[in-house]
C-alpha cells in the first residue's frame, strides 16, 4: 500500500503545533533565561542515514526548547524584542504549510493580505495618501532599501544618472541624529554611502535631535532621524525637521523600528506631530506590534522612487504585474507579511492603540517603582522603554541586569546612555500583565538588596 507523504507531513505538522503549544503554556512557570549546558547535543555529526521526524522534534523540544531565552513570556524586558500575538504566530504555522512565495502570480491570496496590511498600517499610523511599501526581514533592511531610495531619488535630481549607482556620482550630505540606532549605520554603509562624513546633530537630555543644531540643509541632504529612541522611547522633533528638510528639498527619512506605533495611541500620538512630512519610514512588526521574527515594513511617501531603485525588471517576467519584489530587496521570501495582517485584523484599530497605551502605562509605572527603590530614571517616559542607573555606584546598577537574568525571574539587559552606565527596561510583550510587572520589580529589588551588601 502506497504510503500518503502529504499524510506523513500533516502528522509532523500536527505534532510540532501540539510541542508549540506546550511550550507556550509552560512560559509562565519557567526561567526566563536559556540552559545552554546541552546544547553539544545540537551538534552531533551529520548522520548516514535521516532520522525520523519525532526524534528531531523529540531534540528540539527538550534540548532546543531548553536553550531558548523564553522572549515569548510576558517577563521578557531585554532590547525590544516582543513576543507573538496568538492569531500572528498561528497565521504562521498556517503559512508554513502553505509555503508561498509571496509573488502576485505565486501567492495571490497571501499578496493580497500584504497589500490589505500596509494600507491598514499607513491609515494607523496617518501616513500620507499615495504611501506605499513593502516588505522586509526587518528595519535594518528596511532602512537600506529606502537609503538607497533617498540617495538615487537625490542623485537623480541632481540630474545623475539612474542606474548608474555611485560611480562618478556627486557627494551626497547626511545629517543623522546623534542617538540614532546603530543599525542605521549599517544600512548606511549597504547603500554604498559613508558614515565617516556624517553631520552628527546633538541631542537634548531626552535623547531627541535639537533642531538649533541642525546645520543649514540642502537638496543634496539626507537627513536621518527617529521615532523612539532605544534608552528613551524620545521621538525626534518632526514637525520642525520636516518644514527645514522641505524648505531645503532635503530627504527626511525617519527609522521607527518600534517608535513609530506610538502614533496609534491616544496619549502619545501628540509627540509624533508632523511626522507625515516625512519622505521615508521605517517599522518593525516583530517588534511592538508583536507579529514573529522576522517583518519589518519599508514605507515611502514616493513609492515610483521606491520602484525605480529596487526593480527587477527582468525581461521574463511580466512588467504589468505590481510585483513587491520590485519595491524590496528580496526576490523569493516569505509571505511574512500575512502575519502583521493577522495580527492587525485580531487586534483592531482599538486594540492596537489599548495594546501601545499598555505597554507606556507599564513602562511608567516601571519608573515610578525603581525611582522608589533608590535608582535614578534620568528621563521621561515616553514610550515603553526605561533606562535606570544607580547615581552612586553605577557598576552595582549594570550588574543588576545580569543578576536578574541569572535568576530567571525575567531578563533585561544592560545598557549605556549619554555616559551613563545601567540597565535598559523594553515593555513590549503584548502578554505583559501587572503580575509580570510585580515579579520584574521583586527580582529588581532582590537583586539589588544582594549586589550592595552593607559594608
Ligand atoms: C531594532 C531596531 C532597529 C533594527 O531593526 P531590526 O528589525 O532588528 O533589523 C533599528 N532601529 C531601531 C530604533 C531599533 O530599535
Not at 528595519?139 to 542623485?155: E, F, P, Q
Not at 531627541?208 to 521621538?235: H, K, S, W, Y
Amino acid at each position: 500500500m502506497q504510503i500518503n507523504l502529504l499524510d506523513q507531513q500533516a502528522e509532523a505538522f500536527s505534532s510540532g503545533a501540539e510541542r508549540g503549544a506546550r511550550y507556550l503554556k509552560g512560559l509562565p512557570e519557567r526561567r526566563v533565561n536559556a540552559e545552554t549546558g546541552g546544547l553539544d547535543a545540537l551538534a552531533s555529526g551529520l548522520p548516514q542515514d535521516g532520522m525520523d521526524v519525532a526524534s528531531i522534534l523529540d531534540l528540539m523540544e527538550t534540548v532546543g526548547g531548553e536553550g531558548t531565552v523564553a522572549s515569548a513570556a510576558g517577563r521578557y524586558f531585554g532590547y525590544v524584542i516582543g513576543g507573538a500575538l496568538p492569531a500572528a504566530s498561528a497565521a504562521r504555522a498556517l503559512l508554513s504549510a502553505w509555503d508561498q512565495t509571496a509573488d502576485v502570480l505565486t501567492g495571490p491570496s497571501v499578496i493580497r493580505m500584504e497589500e490589505t496590511a500596509i494600507g491598514w498600517v499607513k491609515e494607523l499610523l496617518a501616513l500620507p495618501e499615495g504611501t506605499d511599501g513593502a516588505f522586509t526581514t526587518g528595519a535594518t533592511m528596511a532602512n537600506m532599501t529606502l537609503l538607497v531610495t533617498a540617495r538615487d531619488a537625490l542623485l537623480a535630481r541632481l540630474g545623475h544618472q539612474r542606474g548608474d549607482g555611485l560611480m562618478g556620482a556627486p557627494k551626497l550630505r547626511i545629517v543623522a541624529s546623534a542617538e540614532i540606532h546603530a543599525t542605521v549605520l549599517k544600512s548606511v554603509r549597504m547603500a554604498g554611502l559613508s558614515t565617516r562624513d556624517i553631520e552628527w546633530v546633538e541631542t537634548d537630555d531626552q535623547g531627541r535631535m535639537r533642531i538649533d543644531r541642525l546645520p543649514e540643509l540642502d537638496e543634496r541632504t539626507l537627513v536621518l532621524a527617529q521615532a523612539g529612541n532605544v534608552c528613551t522611547g524620545a521621538f525626534d522633533p518632526f514637525d520642525a525637521l520636516g518644514d527645514r528638510c522641505r524648505a531645503a528639498g532635503a530627504w527626511l527619512h525617519v527609522d521607527g523600528a518600534f517608535g513609530l506605533w506610538a502614533r496609534t495611541a491616544p496619549s502619545l500620538k501628540g509627540a509624533l506631530a508632523g511626522l507625515d512630512k516625512a519622505d521615508s519610514w521605517v517599522v518593525d512588526s516583530h517588534k511592538t506590534l508583536n507579529t514573529p521574527y522576522d517583518s519589518g515594513l519599508a514605507l515611502c511617501r514616493h513609492p515610483e522612487e521606491m520602484q525605480a531603485s529596487m526593480a527587477i525588471g527582468a525581461a521574463y517576467l511580466p512588467d504589468t504585474v505590481a510585483s513587491p519584489a520590485n519595491r524590496a530587496p528580496e526576490f523569493s521570501r516569505s509571505a511574512r507579511g500575512a502575519e502583521t495582517w493577522a495580527a492587525l485584523l485580531s487586534l483592531g484599530r482599538k486594540g492596537v492603540a489599548d495594546m501601545v497605551e499598555r505597554f507606556h502605562g507599564h513602562a511608567v509605572r516601571i519608573k515610578g517603582e525603581l525611582t522608589d527603590l533608590g535608582f535614578l530614571v534620568p528621563h521621561e517616559v515616553h514610550f515603553n522603554q526605561v533606562f535606570a542607573t544607580l547615581p552612586e555606584d553605577e557598576e552595582a546598577s549594570a550588574r543588576i541586569a545580569d543578576h536578574v537574568q541569572r535568576s530567571g525571574e525575567a531578563w533585561f539587559g544592560q545598557a549605556a546612555w549619554q555616559g551613563k552606565k545601567g540597565f535598559r527596561i523594553s515593555v513590549s510583550n503584548w502578554s505583559t500583565g501587572e503580575q509580570e510587572v510585580d515579579r520584574l520589580i521583586a527580582a529588581i529589588a532582590k537583586a539589588k538588596a544582594e549586589i550592595l551588601v552593607p559594608a
